[in-house]
């Protein structure tokens, strides 16, 4: 049943970034931008269909590559837990982030800087909460594939941090900076 959970934790993030992207195209705002400013990020989806395969794998007794490293149910209870609050922190980032929310940078046409909510918590909810349910997921299907994943998404999202930063500095300014003083780049 937990590895159900796990599959649903994913679908749930994809379905909500979704529907938010659709939601603010109603309103006439482009929030889907993924691989304008960095043309490496089409290199993702292929290890984000294998991430996906072996997660549905598990979940229906498919062949799937990679061995388990270990059996235990409270494991997989602690990665239960790291995946709804992951979900949860993920919902409360979306809502946070009012029209601001983008997949991408978009450096013509951003909102406003957004401190408060999830913000004032970290400068980045949206990646702490996907470190969480990368975390939770291996911990419920502990597959060795999947720890490589957990360590290499890790690694991405700090790029991707880095890259957004870099942005938004030159974007909001000091005002941007004030904030970083303020409130810590994860938790």
Not at 36 to 41: E, H, P, Q, V, Y
Not at 98 to 108: I, M, T
Not at 119 to 138: C, D, H, K, Q
Request: some cysteine.
């Amino acid at each position: 049943m937990d590895r159900y959970f796990a599959l649903a934790t994913l679908a749930c993030l994809i379905l909500l970034v979704m529907m938010r992207t659709i939601q603010l195209k109603k309103l006439g705002i482009r929030a889907f931008l993924f691989g304008k400013m960095d043309k490496k990020d089409f290199l993702i989806p292929p290890f984000v269909i294998l991430y996906i395969y072996i997660l549905l794998g598990s979940s229906f007794q498919w062949p799937v590559l990679g061995t388990q490293l270990y059996r235990s149910q409270a494991m997989s209870i602690i990665g239960v837990v790291f995946c709804l609050l992951g979900l949860l922190f993920f919902g409360y980032a979306l809502i946070s982030f009012g029209k601001s929310f983008r997949v991408g940078l978009d450096e013509n046409h951003p909102g406003e800087l957004v401190t408060s909510g999830a913000f004032a918590i970290s400068r980045n909810p949206i990646y702490v909460s996907f470190i969480l349910v990368f975390i939770g997921i291996f911990f419920i299907i502990p597959n060795w594939i999947l720890l490589v994943y957990v360590l290499a998404g890790t690694c991405l999202i700090y790029r991707q941090i880095k890259l957004e930063e870099k942005s938004l500095r030159s974007i909001y300014g000091g005002a941007y900076e004030e904030y970083c003083g303020k409130v810590r780049r994860f938790l």
